[in-house]
């Protein structure tokens, strides 16, 4: 009998070494490779920073005026209202041999290579056809590449991250705790991005590392942006490698899932604009403060290193050298302010929970940081205008004085507060709010997000030209955001409907971690 047992013990091993992968997927997959999938979050972020921090500053070195500068930005929230649907919706339905998801997660990562060199060569493509360095602006061919790249490298991004959220659904095969889990993760692995990214920014020697970036065409602004870009890809390229090797996809058969061919005719479009017929008014006045606290943050997130550049260290990128200079050395200030703010947002992206117990509920928190979030936009002017009294005593050419530029930093250090609670809170609340909206949690995030990319929109069409009704630089931009902090944090604490105090995703915890 013993023998017999043995022999059985073996073929059933070979049964399930032979299960299909689509019975693998029935249950939770181990924490190691959810933690695998979410780290590809950490490249992907390492070059959404180096975005933020150093892009807009470089395309006005390459002659774009200020006031237009902000339509670079349009990229962003189009290819999310476009190309995220689309990506998301196909990929549920993709019948390649190597799962779903994979196939997409490896052309974002490819594409975002090819926006990666077309940006940081672009003042040497565009001085290879044509483009004259002797004069100052523009430089028409350059500013060509380099908006191309630019909206390939959003496409990419945007073709990354769907995805990515979605294989880590995937993995967690439908476990509530493990899904919450998967995406504390993910937000974990941004801000280790963030903090990577905004430190290689603030880096101003970094082009020693890449000796052949700087040439006759890319300065030394030029060719730290050159080596930052290739430290970002070279981190995507290994944790998206090494995680596709090692967690398997899910391969989707039309077959098995005969439902799925059913809704796959209906747009994914007309889904959207059927949510917003179910939708009930919790959700309605979540749409309403989201939409306020974004137009509040786009305006500082676009330009904050600009700021810095700009009023702060007073500096120009289209005057002389030392004007130029001077703006530099403000944008890598900037970039480590930013640094300093993902340090404080990963810290406080932990404590969410505990602290909105402290203060009496997620939405009175959310109302309260949305007071910070005003008050810190209003400080800007006063940092402004200390900078700008510095300047008229110690000389134009004069970097602010050690108390405004730890002013400045400290600023930045403190947003990371209200920029943790933006992205935790309202997707907590949205998830909850669809419980009884009867438009799923999935297309209640999906209709959140269009609260997010229509601000943005708005921002990046109007705040350069608005900007310049005033006379140039960001204060007045600076200052709409402010006002509609203040005015999206007292809708949250007056309209915003309050949570049941016993919903599961605020018991968890905002950020899944325990």
Not at 91 to 119: E, H, K
Not at 131 to 142: F, S
Not at 282 to 306: E, K, S
Not at 313 to 327: A, E, F, T
């Amino acid at each position: 009998m013993g023998a017999f047992e043995t022999e059985k013990t073996a073929k059933d091993a070979a049964v399930v070494e032979t299960q299909s992968p689509e019975e693998d997927f029935d249950q939770p997959s181990p924490l190691r490779k959810i933690i695998s999938v979410a780290s590809i979050a950490a490249g992907l972020q390492f070059g959404w920073a180096l975005q933020l921090s150093l892009l807009t500053p470089y395309v006005q070195l390459l002659g774009i005026r200020h006031k237009w500068s902000s339509l670079i930005w349009l990229c962003g929230p189009v290819s999310g209202m476009i190309v995220q649907p689309i990506v998301g919706y196909h990929s549920d339905r993709c019948t390649s041999r190597f799962g779903r998801r994979r196939p997409f997660i490896a052309a974002g990562a490819a594409l975002v290579a090819v926006a990666v060199f077309l940006i940081g060569y672009a003042a040497d493509i565009g001085h290879k056809m044509g483009d004259k360095l002797e004069q100052k602006t523009p430089r028409i061919r350059a500013i060509g590449i380099f908006a191309f790249g630019f909206w390939i490298l959003d496409v990419a991004n945007n073709t990354l991250q769907g995805p990515c959220r979605a294989f880590l659904a995937d993995l967690s095969a439908g476990d509530a705790k493990r899904t919450r889990v998967a995406n504390g993760f993910f937000s974990f692995f941004m801000a280790v991005g963030n903090v990577l990214g905004y430190a290689a920014g603030s880096y101003t020697n970094l082009h020693k590392m890449f000796p052949f970036a700087m040439t006759k065409a890319c300065d030394i602004y030029c060719a730290n942006l050159k080596s930052c870009f290739f430290l970002s890809i070279t981190l995507l390229i290994i944790v998206t490698v090494s995680s596709l090797w090692y967690v398997k996809d899910k391969q989707w058969s039309p077959a098995v899932n005969s439902g799925d061919e059913k809704t796959s005719s209906v747009p994914f479009l007309g889904e959207i604009l059927g949510a917003f017929k179910v939708m009930q008014r919790p959700m309605w006045m979540l749409l309403i403060v989201t939409a306020l606290n974004w137009i509040a943050w786009f305006p500082f997130l676009l330009f904050d290193t600009d700021w810095m550049g700009r009023e702060v260290y007073g500096g120009d990128s289209g005057g002389d050298d030392r004007m130029v200079k001077l703006y530099n050395k403000g944008v890598h200030a900037g970039a480590l302010g930013l640094m300093l703010q993902s340090i404080v947002l990963l810290f406080m992206s932990l404590g969410v929970e505990w602290t909105g117990r402290k203060v009496g509920g997620a939405k009175r928190l959310w109302g309260i940081v949305n007071f910070i979030l005003a008050i810190g936009l209003a400080m800007t002017v006063l940092i402004s205008k200390q900078a700008e009294e510095h300047r008229k005593t110690a000389g134009e050419y004069a970097r602010p004085s050690s108390g405004v530029r730890a002013g400045a930093l400290s600023l930045f250090a403190v947003l990371g507060i209200p920029l943790a609670i933006t992205f935790s809170i309202p997707f907590a609340l949205a998830s909850i709010f669809s419980n009884s909206s009867g438009a799923g949690q999935g297309l209640s995030i999906g209709v959140l997000n269009l609260a997010i990319v229509i601000p943005q929109m708005i921002v990046s069409l109007g705040g350069g030209s608005f900007d310049a009704l005033f006379g140039g630089g960001n204060l007045p931009v600076f200052v709409v955001g402010a006002i509609a902090a203040a005015i999206s944090g007292v809708l949250a604490l007056t309209v915003l409907p309050s949570p049941p105090p016993d919903a599961p995703a605020l018991k968890s915890g905002a950020m899944g971690f325990h």
